[in-house]
C-alpha cells in the first residue's frame, strides 16, 4: 500500500449494506482504478432490511426479493465483496483490517488506503434471564429462519418487546401470519417518536388488528421449557403465554471495533464524523449509516437516528468525498413514514417532548380531515398536527396518521421545516389538489391555518 499516493488505491469497506455499499458503488463509479474491497459477515449484500417485517408477513414473496444487488452482482462490477467474512480487527496506522472467515474461521490481513466503517446497528436485548436464546430480526438470515418457524404455527402466541414502528410492524406481520400477538412495551404510549395523542391512533390501529397492546410493562424474565424455546414470559403486570417472543426494544450503535481501533464516540453513543463523514483525527477514515452520528438541523446537537435514507446518502457522500469529490452531508430532521395495521404514519422535525426538552417554544394545532374529497370512494380519516414557533411561525414539527394516501404528505411538512418556512406562509402554499387526492384545501394546509391562528408575532 502506498498512503503517499494522491490518488487512493484500496478502499476497504467494513458492512455490506445500504452504507457500506453505497460508499462503495460510488467510489468505483466515479473512480474505476480505486481497488474496492467490502467485508460482510453475512451472506448478503445491500439488501433491504425495511422489507423484512412485510417478508415476515407473507406479502413480497422469497427473501431474495430484498436483495438491491448481490455480490456476485457486484463482483462482476469490480468490487471484491467478501461475504460471511467478519473484520475483526483494524489497526489505523498499519492501515490493516483483521478479517475471519466465518466458514471455517481462518483469518487474515487485509491492507488499505482508505477505510469506510459502516457496521450498522445491533438490537439491544433486555438483558433478563432467558433472554440470551431469542434472535432479534434484523437481518435476513434470522428472517427466514423466523418465517420458516411460523410454517403451521397459527393460534400460536407470539410476544413482541417494544412498541416502537419496528416492533408494531413485526407484530402485524405475526398477526397476519395468523399467531396471536401481544405487545409490550414499558413506556406509556407506542411510537415514542410520536406525541401521545397522536401515538394513541396508532395503538387504536394496532389493537383493531386484534394485537393485545400492554403497555407500562417491563419484562422481568423469558421462561423456557425443556428444550430452550420460550413458552412463557414473566412481565410487571404478571406472566404471558409466548411460544414466540421477538426482541425490538430499540437498538444500538455498533461500534466495538472503531472503538477499539481508537475511532471518537459522541454522546449518543454513535460514532462521530463530521459533515464529509471523515472520522476527525484519522486520514482517509470515513464512517456512515446507522453506527454514526448526524447532526440534528433543528435541535443543534449530533443524533443517532437510525434511518435507511440516512444511510445510503451519507454512504454516497463517504464515497464521493474518498474519490476527491467535496460534498456534505446537511444533516437530518428527523423525517420518518411507515405503514402499520392499515394506518399510515409519519413524522418530522419536533415532537412536543423534544421541543420541551430542548427548551424551545412552541404551540401547536391539530386536525382531522379526510384523505380525499369527503364524497370520493376510498376517503378516510386524516390526522395532522403541526408544530410553530409561536412569534415566527416558522414550522418545527408535524405529524400525520391516516389512511392509505396520508403518510408521503409528511415530506410537505419536512420541506417546509427543512426550509424554515413560516405557517402564515404555508396555509396558502400552491399545492395540488383534485377529488382522488384531497379535499380542496389538503389536510396540511387546513393544520397551517390552525396554528397560524396561534402565531403571535
Ligand atoms: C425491520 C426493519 C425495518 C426498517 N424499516 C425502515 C424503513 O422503513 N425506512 C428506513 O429509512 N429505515 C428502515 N430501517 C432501518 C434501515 O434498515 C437501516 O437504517 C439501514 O439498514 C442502515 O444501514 P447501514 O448500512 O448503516 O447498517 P446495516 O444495514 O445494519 O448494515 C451493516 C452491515 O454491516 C455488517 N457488519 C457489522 N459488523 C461487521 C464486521 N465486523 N465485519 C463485517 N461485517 C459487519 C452487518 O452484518 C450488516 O450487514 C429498518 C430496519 C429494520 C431492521
Redesign the pocket.
Known amino acids: 500500500m502506498n498512503s503517499l499516493a494522491a490518488v487512493p488505491e484500496r478502499l476497504a469497506v467494513?458492512?455490506?449494506?445500504?452504507?457500506?455499499?453505497?460508499a462503495a458503488s460510488v467510489a468505483h463509479r466515479r473512480d474505476p482504478d480505486l481497488e474496492v474491497v467490502a467485508?460482510?459477515?453475512?451472506a448478503?449484500?445491500s439488501?433491504?432490511?425495511?422489507?423484512?417485517?412485510y417478508f415476515v408477513a407473507g406479502t413480497v414473496g422469497e427473501s431474495e426479493n430484498l436483495i438491491a444487488r448481490s455480490p456476485d452482482e457486484f463482483r462482476e462490477q469490480g468490487i471484491a465483496v467478501h461475504t460471511r467474512?467478519?473484520?475483526?480487527g483494524v489497526d489505523l496506522d498499519r492501515r490493516e483490517l483483521t478479517?475471519r472467515e466465518l466458514n471455517g474461521g481462518r483469518e487474515r490481513q487485509e491492507g488499505f488506503d482508505q477505510l469506510v466503517y459502516?457496521?450498522?446497528?445491533e438490537a439491544s436485548v433486555p438483558p433478563v434471564t432467558g433472554a440470551e436464546v431469542l434472535e432479534p430480526?434484523?437481518?435476513i438470515e434470522p428472517a427466514e429462519r423466523l418465517s420458516s418457524a411460523l410454517h403451521g404455527q397459527e393460534g400460536k402466541h407470539a410476544l413482541v418487546i417494544g412498541a416502537s414502528?419496528?416492533g408494531l410492524?413485526?407484530a402485524e406481520a405475526l398477526i397476519s401470519r395468523g399467531l396471536e400477538v401481544t405487545l409490550i412495551d414499558m413506556a406509556e404510549q407506542v411510537m415514542g417518536s410520536l406525541d401521545t395523542d397522536m401515538a394513541a391512533h396508532m395503538q387504536d390501529a394496532a389493537e383493531g388488528l386484534g394485537i393485545r397492546v400492554r403497555l407500562s410493562t417491563a419484562l422481568e424474565e423469558v421462561l423456557l421449557d425443556e428444550n430452550d424455546h420460550p413458552r412463557a414470559v414473566r412481565t410487571s403486570d404478571g406472566e404471558i403465554r409466548a411460544d414466540f417472543v421477538l426482541p425490538s426494544a430499540g437498538?444500538k450503535p455498533?461500534t466495538e471495533?472503531a472503538e477499539a481501533a481508537g475511532l471518537e464516540l459522541g454522546d449518543t453513543g454513535a460514532l462521530r464524523v463530521d459533515d464529509h463523514q471523515r472520522c476527525p483525527g484519522h486520514d482517509g477514515v470515513f464512517a456512515?449509516?446507522?453506527?454514526v452520528e448526524s447532526w440534528h438541523r433543528l435541535l443543534e446537537r449530533p443524533v443517532n437516528i437510525?434511518?435507511?435514507?440516512?444511510?445510503?446518502k451519507q454512504?454516497w457522500v463517504a464515497g464521493s468525498n474518498i474519490t476527491g469529490g467535496d460534498f456534505a452531508f446537511p444533516g437530518v430532521i428527523g423525517t420518518?413514514?411507515?405503514k402499520i395495521c392499515h394506518q399510515e404514519v409519519g413524522r418530522t422535525g419536533l415532537s412536543e417532548s423534544e421541543a420541551r426538552d430542548a427548551g424551545i417554544d412552541y404551540v401547536t394545532a391539530t386536525i382531522r380531515s379526510t384523505t380525499r374529497a369527503a364524497y370520493f370512494p376510498g376517503a378516510g380519516p386524516i390526522w395532522v398536527k403541526l408544530l410553530a414557533d409561536p412569534s415566527s411561525g416558522r414550522l418545527l414539527g408535524g405529524q400525520i396518521v391516516g389512511v392509505e394516501g396520508a403518510a408521503k404528505r409528511i415530506d410537505v411538512l419536512a420541506t417546509c421545516v427543512w426550509t424554515g418556512l413560516p405557517v402564515q406562509e404555508m396555509q396558502l402554499l400552491d399545492l395540488s389538489y383534485a377529488p382522488p387526492f384531497s379535499g380542496v384545501y389538503d389536510p396540511v394546509l387546513i393544520a397551517a391555518r390552525q396554528v397560524a391562528k396561534k402565531v403571535t408575532g
Open positions: 467494513i458492512g455490506g449494506d445500504a452504507a457500506g455499499m453505497s467485508f460482510e459477515r453475512g448478503y449484500t439488501y433491504s432490511a425495511c422489507g423484512i417485517p467474512t467478519e473484520v475483526v478479517v459502516a457496521t450498522g446497528a430480526v434484523l437481518k414502528y419496528l410492524e413485526m437498538l455498533l471495533l456512515a449509516g446507522d453506527c437510525k434511518l435507511g435514507t440516512h444511510a445510503n454512504g420518518a413514514v411507515s
